[in-house]
Structures are given as structure tokens and as C-alpha cells.
């Protein structure tokens, strides 16, 4: 019985102090090949990568990152502005591949997104975005609406924060809302700015760094 309890006592001394490691990259070109390892902070359970496509006018941006979460949902969504995919795993430095690119391919399913001008604007989803979202935030004055479509997994794994005051899902095609909300220059300045914090925002729940 006392060996198998000094047996018990070694495995908790080697395994305790255990951090997940993951890798960490944040590709403004559209590739991460400039990947370094990272471990973790204790509150971080998961690996995560991400892909992200924005279209502002004729210009693409395509942004990939690699980082620990919190918690993440390995699904997609698409913001109108942007869309994103995420992978994420469990186990150290499971995330060495990049998240796919956004699909793009209708589903049947149609959300309203907003753009400078009003949020009645209408959205096909791709993939596995079965909900539509409507988000809140304030990266300014006044205060930014987002709308789209996302994954079930991703609204799931949601909560507001200091700077997202709420957060909705809901299932059913166009039922997100379309209020006349008129953005200002500004406004949607404000959110060409914050749009990709947004996204990480809902994707992983919180990165951690």
C-alpha cells in the first residue's frame, strides 16, 4: 500500500506543475510561418488557430493567428466585412496548422449584416453557420452594431466584455433584425478599426497572452 501511494504522490509532483504549450504567430500576410512556441497561462485549456478574411472595397486582407485560448469553438463566421474560421485542439502545440480559409458556399441560411450605411443588408452564410448574430459594442461614440452569420459552437461559447455590452443569437433565416441603423463616417471607421478584435472576441472566448 505505501508504494503505491509514493507512486500516487511522484505522478502528482511531475504532473502538477504541467503548462499546455501552443504555438503563437500573428500572419499580416496570409501566411504564419514565423511560428514561435508558447506556454500557456494556467487558465488557458485550449490551442487556437484562426483565419481571417477581410474585404473592405477592392481591398483583401487575409490575417492568420496562432495563440492559446481560454476557450474557442472550432467553427465559423462571417461579419459581412469579415469572415473567419477556427480550429482549435487540447493537446501541446496542436495547432502547427493554419485554420482553413472561411468557406464561402452557400448554406440556404440568410442573415442581415451591417455596412456603413443601415443593417439591413442581407448575408448568405456558408458552412456551418446556422444562427444569425447581433453584437454591441462601444469603440466610441456611439457605440457600434455588428450583425452576421456564426456557427452554434461559436455563439456557445460567448459572453459580453468590457468593450461588447451584448451579444444574441438566434436561428431562423433574417431573424437578427433589420433596424435602419444609419453609421455614421466615423462610426464605421471605428469599426473597420475593431472588427478583427471582435471577431477574436467571439471566436476564442477571450485569447489569453
Not at 447581433?134 to 459580453?160: E, L, N, Q, R, Y
Given at each position: 500500500m505505501d508504494l503505491q501511494i509514493s507512486f500516487f504522490l511522484l505522478f502528482i509532483v511531475f504532473t502538477a506543475g504541467h503548462s499546455l504549450s501552443c504555438y503563437e504567430c500573428m500572419g499580416l500576410k496570409g501566411s504564419c510561418a514565423d511560428q514561435k512556441v508558447k506556454t500557456?497561462?494556467?487558465?488557458?485549456?485550449?490551442?487556437?488557430?484562426?483565419?481571417?478574411?477581410?474585404?473592405?472595397g477592392d481591398a483583401t486582407v487575409k490575417i492568420k493567428v496562432q495563440d492559446c485560448a481560454a476557450v474557442c469553438a472550432s467553427e465559423s463566421m462571417n461579419l459581412g466585412i469579415i469572415k473567419t474560421s477556427s480550429v482549435c485542439c487540447n493537446t501541446d502545440r496542436c495547432n502547427t496548422q493554419d485554420a482553413p480559409d472561411p468557406k464561402t458556399d452557400s448554406n440556404?441560411?440568410?442573415?442581415?449584416?451591417?455596412?456603413?450605411?443601415?443593417?439591413?443588408?442581407?448575408?448568405?452564410?456558408?458552412?456551418?453557420e446556422d444562427h444569425c448574430i447581433?453584437?454591441?459594442?462601444?469603440?466610441?461614440?456611439?457605440?457600434?452594431?455588428?450583425?452576421?452569420?456564426?456557427?452554434?459552437?461559436?455563439?456557445?461559447?460567448?459572453?459580453?466584455?468590457?468593450?461588447?455590452q451584448s451579444i444574441t443569437c438566434c436561428v431562423g433565416n433574417l431573424c437578427n433584425g433589420a433596424e435602419t441603423v444609419t453609421q455614421s463616417a466615423n462610426s464605421f471607421k471605428s469599426v473597420t478599426q475593431s472588427i478583427w478584435f471582435l471577431c477574436c472576441f467571439v471566436l476564442s472566448f477571450i485569447v489569453l497572452h
Open positions: 500557456c497561462p494556467r487558465e488557458s485549456s485550449r490551442c487556437l488557430s484562426t483565419t481571417s478574411v477581410t474585404q473592405t440556404g441560411k440568410t442573415c442581415y449584416y451591417c455596412d456603413e450605411k443601415s443593417c439591413s443588408n442581407t448575408l448568405r452564410c456558408s458552412g456551418s447581433t453584437a454591441t459594442g462601444s469603440f466610441g461614440d456611439p457605440s457600434v452594431v455588428v450583425k452576421g452569420c456564426a456557427s452554434k459552437s461559436i455563439c456557445d461559447t460567448m459572453k459580453p466584455n468590457t468593450y461588447v
